[in-house]
């Protein structure tokens, strides 16, 4: 029996077989977990709903996050079909990559609310919606990345963005904590994703990696789902407003 044996597990952002969210699925489908996926619009449904399918996920629902009746729906179905929720996994974040591109200072007014909106604000939402259908025990999990807290090259709005996540998780976890409710951030390594792909500076990130980190290899998929099975589980019950790094060490080292 798995460590998350019953759990149900919310995944909001899966993408693609790439993602950083597929390896958190996976690993803890392993764990048995039950699970079920959000995806953006028609264009991901095509992609989620298989690989939904192929983990023996037990539904899948539109959600654009800016979209407050995608919200509200949410609620809904995730009520309709289980009732309650153990674990959600927040895996949503966006910039234009004209912003990523261009030099910081030219970011624009619109695209720095829309990174804010989507990337930071919609784990206050999700929970916000969520809250009456969570679990005495539920785990909150968002993914971050080490751009939040140190400069680094063409990841811009989307660091400043993340820094923003974070500090809103901890306020989450200071908040519902009371209650049982955890809220805690992991930041994965750089991985080649859909979402990573629009970072001009990734290549580079990935090399520094695999030449400079303590452990001298790029993190993956399963390297960062096993430690959000910890965080989803028992294991980790005394855990909460924590951004835990999954990056082979490379956080740790100097210039």
């Not at 910081?104 to 604000?121: P, V």
């Not at 998780?169 to 390594?189: Q, T």
């Not at 970072?199 to 580079?204: A, F, H, M, R, S």
């Not at 990130?205 to 980190?213: I, W």
Request: hydrophobic content about 40%; overall charge negative; proline content about 2%.
């Amino acid at each position: 029996m798995g460590i998350l044996e019953g759990k149900k597990v919310l995944v909001l952002g899966l993408a693609n077989d790439k993602s950083i969210a597929w390896g958190i699925s996976k690993q803890m489908k392993e764990q048995g977990a039950r699970l079920a996926f959000s995806y953006l619009n028609e264009a991901l449904q095509k992609r989620v709903e298989p690989l939904s399918e192929e983990i023996g996920g037990e539904f899948t629902f539109e959600l654009d996050v800016q979209n407050e009746e995608h919200m509200t729906k949410m609620a809904e179905i995730v009520k309709e079909k289980w009732g309650d929720v153990d674990v959600i996994v927040h895996s949503l974040a966006f910039a234009d990559k004209t912003d990523l591109k261009d030099r910081f200072h030219k970011t624009s007014r619109e695209g720095f609310k829309m990174a804010q909106d989507i990337s930071a604000y919609s784990l206050l939402g999700v929970c916000n919606v969520l809250k009456p259908l969570m679990a005495k025990d539920c785990s909150v999990i968002a993914l971050t990345y080490h751009g939040s807290v140190k400069v680094l090259n063409g990841y811009n709005v989307m660091g400043v963005a993340k820094a923003s996540l974070e500090s809103t998780m901890r306020y989450l976890a200071d908040d519902l904590g009371p209650e049982g409710i955890r809220v805690n951030c992991i930041s994965a390594g750089p991985i080649r994703t859909l979402a990573a792909s629009g970072v001009p500076g990734l290549k580079g990130f990935l090399n520094d990696v695999e030449e400079k980190s303590p452990l001298r290899r790029n993190v993956t998929q399963e390297d960062v789902g096993g430690a959000a099975v910890f965080l989803g589980s028992r294991l980790a019950n005394g855990v909460t407003g924590q951004v835990l790094y999954v990056d082979s060490g490379i956080s740790i080292l100097g210039a």
